[in-house]
């Protein structure tokens, strides 16, 4: 016999291909675009699908080999971690609210991303962009997993864990990070992909999850670190996936541009108001710091992002509009986002204080230009005050921006004495925005944020009330009824951080008494 | 413009008035004092007296601030989205010409927030 041998083994090229677009078929009983119906509407124009490269080539085999020894090494830490009492080796109680505010804030929006993805995975045409898509659907559907693995360990011992699932639909700081990904994961797959995968993964994600990872390893904390580490390739690759997925549709069509241009915009500041959280956990909430907000602008914003849109600028694109006013912004940034949170801390589900001597000379040294002239004076009148025995809250409700959903707590970029309010009117009604780039994200699309769920006027409406609660009655405490709606522990997850339970639960396992 | 869309877009706004239980909101903020943070959301009846806005309600909402005290209403400056505003204190809040969802600011001139900084 001459029968020819084949060759053994597949190169990986072959092989992925084999396993990516040699599983894919033109369908014969329903035309392709019945088939896959949302890659038309959004006016972005794909020619040929093939183009799409995956630069890993990672196929799903190899795929769960890599992650499988990734959860063996994490969760053998893990356990060491919860058998050592690790919980103790962070630098300081307070530093257990930036956690608090991870788990809150950020896991949930791993779990959207996997759903986000398992989407898109499965409507774009081409069957690379879908394998990709799809590991990543994987990936952070781990990532949202191993989080809330780590962070049980903590919420076995501190408050402000137990129930943050239920608090991102609810609880009013949390449906800044909740309406951000509720508005990508309700637009059409590119706009999506170009939100997530491109401004989030590849423009900011050095600027969330790098400050809480470094944060970690700065105060001790062995477990959130290891987890990060686990997370880090992954994540290497979604930021790549992101630069591809902008090269592949600018260089599918002209008419591409003007779209991608206009999504960067909203998407950038979108994803940069959701970082003024990661502002203040970088300057107020480390106890031991890491680099300030400004810093960390300055590297990953100014200089990183800065070399990123020089390179995009050979396809027409350019920086996305709102990145002066971040740059003009970061010396003022955190400190209004915290001070915004000391103002609702009874309204929070995590601690806030007022800065030690050590940390108000480290936020002179790091923001000359603004903390001595603006800030100081502020924190230093409440802390004065809190000696007094009246710690000051903010007991009215605040108006909110319509778009961002946050409190209107931005100043004007040429005057940080001022607030910045601005506002449209849309069929009759009136809607408010902290700054030019919301009120711009909405005006291009107001069907869409005439329907944004403020926590303010839904509590005013008398939507957050628990079933049976009678607003009529003349015991009635309004706010105190929010709290229950929240399924807040009241008096042990919220208020200053000291005096707290956690504050003295952590002295007193530290020996230190109570 | 209108949403991209597979079908039509067109969606009831979510905080129309009808939807405050008689309330109409109205928004206020205290210029040159940020301690508190941002401006205030508030539900009040349109048949409610302005003046019960200065003597009822502000003093809750700001009296925390070592100056609230110290404004004289008199000499108050108003704004209506930014731009400035009389409001006739003996009149309600209908009669004021204030409809659902606007935003009114005031101005106390000569305090200027803790140790002159606008906190």
């Given at each position: 016999m001459d029968m020819e041998a084949s060759?053994?083994?597949?190169?990986?090229?072959?092989?992925?291909?084999?396993?990516?677009?040699?599983?894919?078929?033109?369908?014969?009983?329903?035309?392709?675009?019945k088939v896959y119906p949302y890659t038309r509407y959004e006016g972005i124009k794909i020619h040929d699908w093939d183009k799409w490269e995956d630069p890993f080539r990672l196929t799903m085999d190899a795929y769960w080999k890599y992650q499988g020894e990734k959860e063996k090494k994490l969760y053998a830490i893990i356990d060491a971690f919860a058998q050592n009492n690790g919980h103790l080796g962070v630098s300081d109680a307070r530093y257990i609210n930036t956690l608090k505010l991870f788990i809150q804030g950020v896991s949930p929006l791993e779990y959207m991303a996997h759903r986000g993805f398992a989407h898109v995975g499965r409507q774009?045409?081409?069957?690379?962009?879908?394998?990709?898509?799809?590991?990543?659907?994987?990936?952070?559907?781990?990532?949202?997993?191993?989080?809330?693995?780590?962070?049980?360990?903590?919420?076995?011992?501190?408050?402000?864990?137990?129930?943050?699932?239920?608090?991102h639909d609810r609880v009013w700081y949390l449906?800044?990070?909740?309406?951000?990904?509720?508005?990508?994961?309700?637009?059409?797959?590119?706009?999506?992909?170009v939100a997530i995968s491109f401004a989030f993964e590849y423009v900011l994600t050095n600027l969330?999850?790098?400050?809480?990872?470094?944060?970690?390893?700065?105060?001790?904390?062995?477990?959130?670190?290891?987890?990060?580490?686990?997370?880090?390739?992954?994540?290497?690759?979604?930021?790549?996936?992101?630069?591809?997925?902008?090269?592949?549709?600018?260089?599918?069509?002209?008419?591409?541009?003007?779209i991608v241009q206009r999504w960067m915009d909203k998407w950038f500041w979108r994803g940069y108001k959701v970082l003024t959280l990661v502002s203040m956990m970088m300057d107020y909430m480390l106890p031991k710091k890491v680099m300030s907000w400004k810093e960390a602008w300055e590297i990953y914003g100014e200089q990183n992002g800065g070399a990123l849109f020089n390179d995009l600028a050979r396809y027409g694109i350019r920086k996305p509009k709102g990145w002066e006013q971040a740059t003009i912004e970061k010396d003022h940034l955190s400190h209004q986002a915290w001070a915004t949170f000391y103002n609702y801390g009874a309204a929070a589900l995590f601690h806030t204080w007022t800065p030690t001597e050590q940390d108000k000379d480290w936020l002179s040294e790091k923001y000359p230009a603004s903390f001595d002239k603006l800030y100081r004076p502020r924190f230093e009148h409440w802390e004065e005050q809190a000696k007094q025995g009246k710690r000051f809250y903010n007991t009215t409700l605040p108006m909110l921006c319509t778009t961002c959903q946050i409190p209107m707590l931005f100043t004007e970029p040429t005057d940080p004495t001022k607030i910045c309010y601005r506002e449209s009117d849309y069929k009759e009604e009136k809607y408010h925005f902290c700054s030019d780039h919301c009120k711009e994200i909405f005006d291009h699309e107001p069907e869409k944020y005439v329907q944004s769920w403020l926590p303010v006027h839904q509590i005013y409406q008398g939507n957050c009330f628990n079933p049976g609660v009678d607003p009529t009655a003349p015991d009635f405490d309004p706010l105190r009824a929010v709290l229950d709606f929240y399924k807040m522990n009241f008096g042990r997850d919220n208020f200053d951080f000291e005096g707290s339970e956690d504050q003295k639960n952590f002295a007193q396992w530290h020996g230190e008494g109570a | 413009m209108a949403t991209a869309a597979i079908g039509d877009y067109a969606f009831e706004p979510k905080d129309t008035l009808d939807k405050f239980h008689g309330n109409q909101l109205l928004y206020i903020g205290w210029e040159d004092h940020l301690m508190f943070c941002a401006p205030l959301a508030f539900p009040f009846p349109p048949a409610m007296p302005f003046k019960a806005i200065l003597e009822q309600v502000l003093p809750g909402a700001y009296g925390a601030h070592p100056e609230f005290a110290k404004v004289d209403w008199s000499k108050a400056e108003w704004f209506k989205s930014g731009k400035p505003w009389r409001p006739d204190y003996e009149k309600s809040i209908g009669e004021n010409g204030l409809k659902h969802k606007d935003v009114i600011r005031f101005r106390s001139p000569g305090l200027t927030g803790i140790k002159g900084t606008c906190s």
């Open positions: 060759k053994k083994k597949l190169g990986l090229k072959e092989r992925y291909n084999h396993l990516t677009r040699g599983l894919d078929w033109e369908t014969s009983y329903q035309p392709m675009e774009f045409d081409g069957a690379s962009a879908r394998v990709a898509c799809q590991m990543q659907s994987v990936d952070e559907l781990r990532h949202a997993q191993t989080q809330m693995h780590t962070v049980s360990n903590y919420n076995k011992y501190y408050n402000g864990m137990h129930n943050w699932r239920h608090w449906s800044v990070p909740k309406s951000f990904f509720d508005d990508a994961m309700s637009a059409g797959p590119f706009e999506y992909v969330l999850f790098v400050p809480f990872m470094s944060g970690a390893a700065y105060n001790g904390d062995m477990g959130t670190v290891t987890f990060g580490f686990s997370a880090q390739s992954d994540e290497s690759r979604h930021m790549t996936l992101g630069l591809e997925i902008i090269k592949f549709i600018l260089e599918q069509d002209p008419a591409n541009v003007p | -």
